[in-house]
Structures are given as structure tokens and as C-alpha cells.
């Protein structure tokens, strides 16, 4: 059977069409370009960013062409057989959406460009927290929402759940300031409109600008993958993705409250269990995931947003590190290290 549009991937029912995008313009148009020039594409950066919200809409705009599409989301599956299976019953000119392929970069890579290699007429369209890692693969980061997107983006669930902001102009600056604490990120905006309702956005911004007060924030419904339950679980998720050095390094890089240079992580973070040449190697590794930004695309600066530092700070109490880190921070910002 070959199957047109977007899928279910267990029953082969056709899912709800992809909710429409706020924002994202020079994205969308930017991804279908690449979806013209390359046969493999992935969609990487941080967790709740709208990766498959992005994917979803271009993949059906694909499918409006005549193009079959073929979607199947690896979120709960730990091989590739399920690839194989989609693309089974694709035919000859497809387009094949692997939607959160984070679990398996590896494996899926080797897959995938077999796959090609076989299927001259197959496109294939992933979403990931990470690369691939494949030979011919072209990836496309998708950095947060624009400020003004993520306003739009509060205010219409907001609308949607019967509790429409204020029309004042507090209140815009109130919906400006929880964006930029939950980072734009839409998944965290989604989060915090279903508090609305019983707090109003004055309470919400003073609880979400208390300690990690963004990570709690939780969703509610059945069909809520739990990666998506709360942005703990969100940033969790990608927690387990990363290696042991790079845990530790997001733990430690939490400290700096912001913006550093990666010659201050290396000085700041080092000791006996993580040396240099790991921090950079690491640093580069939380670049791929979303989990730090190059500040105005300077290699040197680089940014952790504030709920993945939320995240890092709590780890680094854990660890019971937080005031030898703290101190580092302080010794080093007064020439000290
Ligand atoms: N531009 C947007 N406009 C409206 N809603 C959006 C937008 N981007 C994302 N969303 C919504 O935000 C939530 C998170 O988005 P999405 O699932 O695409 O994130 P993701 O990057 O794929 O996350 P993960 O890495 O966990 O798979 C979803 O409910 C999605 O519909
Ligand atoms: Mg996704």
C-alpha cells in the first residue's frame, strides 16, 4: 500500500494535519530549499524547540505536491527496523520523515545512507537533538522562536484556553519577560499558558523567575509524550543523550549565570576528572544539542539558555559542587585562575 500524507505510526491512521507554525518564516522557506538541493536533511537543536512542529509543516506542504509521504516517529523505538518498514511501503519518488530520531544517530546513519544508496528516488527528512553523523547529511539548527513569535505564540494559547492576556501594554511586557525566561522555547510557552488560567501572567512570571522555577511547569492530557510532560523532562531527555563529560560540563558551566568564553569554561570547569581537551570536545558536543549558543555567531562567547542552566544548576547541587563552582567563577571573573 502506498501511503500519501502524514501518518499514525502504529495503525497507519491519518494524523490531526500539523498545527499551524507562528513564526518560523525564513525557516520554513530555508528547509524547503535544503529539502530541494539535499536527499537527507536533519532538523537539529534543543528539546521543545519545534523541530517536528517545523518538519511536520513542510513535510505536508511535500505532500500537497503529489509527492507520497511517509512519516514514522522514532520517539519510543530503540532500532531501525521501524525505518525500513515505513520505507517498505513508500514508492519509488518519496519523501520519508524520520521525526525524533535522537535514540539512535548512529545506528540510523549507517541505515539511512544504505537506504539512499538504494532508493534513488527516496528524500529523507529527520528530526533529531543531535546530527547523525552522516556522510552527505545537511543539517539545518533551529535556534529558538524570535521574541515577538513567542509573544504571539503565548498569547494564542492563552486565547485557546479561554484566559486571553490583557490587551495593556504591562501585559505585553509581562508576556515579553516569561518568554524571555522560558527562552522562547514553544514547548515551555505551551507549558506556562495552562498555568494562566489560575495564576495570571504577574503571579507566573514571579514564580518562573524563582530559582528552576520554569522545570516544574507541567502539562496535562494523555497524548503528551513524556518528554514533554515538563521541561525537566524535556531537558532530561537530552540529559541521557550526552556523554559523561558532557554532563558534567553542563552541571559546571551552570555557575557562570549566562554568557562565558570558552577559555573561561576550560579554566573554570577543569580538574582531575574533566581536562581541557575534554571541555572543548564537550563544549562542542552541548553546541550540537542546542544546550549552549554562539553569542551574535562568535565561536569564542558562547551562551547556556536560562532553563538549561535551571536544569545544569540543579545537577550541580547534586554533585555538590555548586559553591567550589561558584567560587571558581568568582576567582576567575577577578583574573584569579
Ligand atoms: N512555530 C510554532 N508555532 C506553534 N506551535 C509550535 C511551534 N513550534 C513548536 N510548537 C509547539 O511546541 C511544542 C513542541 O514542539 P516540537 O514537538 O516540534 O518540539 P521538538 O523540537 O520536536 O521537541 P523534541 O526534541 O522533544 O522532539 C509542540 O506542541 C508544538 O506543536
Ligand atoms: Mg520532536
Known sequence: MVMTGIFDREDGRARHA???LIGRGWESARLDSLLERSRL??????????????????????????????????????????????????????LLLVDNCDRLPGPAAAALSRLLEARPGLRVLITSRRRLGAADETVLPLAPMQLNDAVSLLELRARQLGTPLPDNEEARVTAGRICLRLDCLPLALGLAAGRLPDRGPRE????????GGPLGLSGVGTDIPGRHRTLRHCHGWSHELCVAQERLLWARLSAFGGTFTRTAAERVCEDEQLSRPEIATAVDGLVGQGLLEHVNERPELLRMPRTVQDYGAEWLTRLGEETRLLERVLMWSRGLL
Open 41 to 94: 536533511v536533519t532538523v537539529v537543536g534543543l528539546g521543545g524547540v519545534g523541530k517536528s512542529a517545523l518538519a511536520a509543516d513542510a513535510v505536508e506542504r511535500v505532500g500537497r505536491t503529489g509527492t507520497t509521504v511517509v512519516a514514522v516517529d522514532m520517539a519510543g523505538f530503540n532500532g531501525v527496523e521501524q525505518v525500513f518498514h515505513a520505507v517498505g511501503r513508500s514508492s519509488s519518488e518519496a
Open 204 to 211: 507566573l512570571l514571579a514564580r518562573l523567575s524563582e530559582r
Open 18 to 20: 500539523s498545527p499551524e
